[in-house]
């Protein structure tokens, strides 16, 4: 039998594609909107394939399209930034459009929890996010976003506090009491 030798395209995707779902969930998640999540991931894997050639193979794949994820991310929302700016300046009565607060759930779901978690300031979001949700280690956590491994561990514990809280009144809302720590009693 004959084997061909692997391609850079095949190799591409066998590295690569394998973590579209994982990627697209984490942007649309950060996005907000399911058509910029698909721009985003859309703009990391040609981001990837530009600079495939400098990946190692046998290296963590998925910690390195999850760093131009966030790259990408940040570039993102510098744009949203200013054209937010625009807005606000063009049309002031913008504000009045914002839709109203949802009535409670009667159930605890999945949504309640993504609501806490959309709700964390996005510095702590994002630690959280890549550590408790998508399970990368500290370290990789740290490169990802190019911080220090002591802010990543901070932001954590510090995001993990804030959702717990968040969470706590969500379970007050079912009638159940929680300490001040966002345990139950």
Same mark, same amino acid.
């Given at each position: 039998?004959?084997?061909?030798?692997?391609? @850079?395209?095949? #190799?591409?995707?066998?590295?690569?594609?394998?973590?579209? +779902?994982?990627?697209?969930?984490?942007?649309? %998640?950060?996005?907000?909107?399911?058509?910029?999540?698909?721009?985003?991931?859309?703009?990391?894997?040609?981001?990837?394939?530009?600079?495939?050639?400098?990946?190692?193979? *046998?290296?963590?794949?998925?910690?390195?399209?999850?760093?131009?994820?966030?790259? @990408?991310?940040?570039?993102?929302?510098?744009?949203?930034?200013?054209?937010?700016?625009?807005?606000?300046?063009? #049309?002031? &009565? &913008?504000?009045?459009?914002?839709?109203?607060?949802?009535?409670?759930?009667?159930? /605890?779901?999945?949504?309640?929890?993504?609501?806490?978690? &959309?709700?964390?300031?996005? #510095? %702590?979001?994002?630690?959280?996010?890549? +550590?408790?949700?998508?399970? %990368?280690?500290?370290?990789?956590?740290?490169?990802?976003?190019?911080?220090? /491994?002591?802010?990543?561990?901070?932001?954590?514990?510090?995001?993990?506090?804030?959702?717990?809280?968040?969470?706590?009144?969500?379970?007050?809302?079912? *009638?159940?009491?929680?300490?001040?720590?966002?345990?139950?009693?």
């Amino acid at each position: 039998m004959f084997s061909r030798p692997l391609t @850079r395209v095949d #190799d591409f995707e066998a590295a690569a594609l394998p973590h579209l +779902a994982a990627l697209y969930r984490t942007a649309k %998640f950060l996005a907000f909107v399911p058509a910029e999540a698909e721009d985003l991931v859309q703009e990391v894997y040609l981001e990837a394939w530009k600079s495939f050639h400098r990946f190692e193979p *046998g290296t963590n794949c998925r910690a390195w399209l999850f760093r131009i994820l966030f790259h @990408r991310l940040h570039h993102y929302r510098r744009r949203q930034l200013k054209l937010s700016k625009v807005e606000s300046f063009a #049309d002031p &009565a &913008a504000a009045d459009a914002l839709p109203a607060a949802q009535a409670v759930p009667q159930d /605890l779901r999945d949504e309640d929890i993504l609501q806490a978690l &959309a709700r964390l300031p996005h #510095d %702590f979001r994002e630690v959280v996010l890549l +550590a408790d949700v998508q399970e %990368f280690s500290y370290k990789e956590v740290a490169e990802t976003l190019s911080i220090p /491994l002591g802010t990543v561990m901070s932001r954590l514990s510090r995001g993990r506090k804030l959702l717990r809280q968040q969470l706590a009144e969500v379970a007050r809302s079912y *009638g159940i009491r929680v300490g001040d720590e966002g345990g139950p009693l």
